[in-house]
Nanobody, 121 residues
Framework: QVQLVESGGGLVQPGGSLRLSCAAS????????MGWYRQAPGKERELVAA???????NYADSVKGRSTISRDNAVNTVYLQMNSLKPEDTAVYYC???????????????WGQGTQVTVSS
């Protein structure tokens, strides 16, 4: 089993910045893709940003140029730096990772518990 612990959410004023972290622990042989999703009230969960094991990144158009996803494979952690935050960025942010428990296993998908980001003056 794999546990994901998220941190870094909170209340920030428009134009401010936040850095989210998500640390994976447990039975981990390797981690493939790591990503961040968000879900605002009344809306579906959507991809914010993702990063492959090789460092290739993908961003939603709504955050492109304002956010940077990165990972530290030594500590199985993914980060999301968000700048120039807008009220429409308000949502619960979830991390998602694809983990292989052993060399022979297929990758399994895991979700974090979510961290609230609120952008308001």
């Amino acid at each position: 089993q794999v546990q994901l612990v998220e941190s870094g959410g909170g209340l920030v004023q428009p134009g401010g910045s936040l850095r989210l972290s998500c640390a994976a622990s447990g039975r981990i042989f390797s981690i493939n893709d790591m990503g961040w999703y968000r879900q605002a009230p009344g809306k579906e969960r959507e991809l914010v940003a993702a990063i492959s094991s090789g460092g290739l990144t993908n961003y939603a158009d709504s955050v492109k140029g304002r956010s940077t996803i990165s990972r530290d494979n030594a500590v199985n952690t993914v980060y999301l730096q968000m700048n120039s935050l807008k009220p429409e960025d308000t949502a619960v942010y979830y991390c998602n990772v694809e983990v292989k428990a052993t060399y022979w296993d297929y990758a399994s998908n895991y979700w974090g518990q979510g961290t609230q980001v609120t952008v308001s003056s």
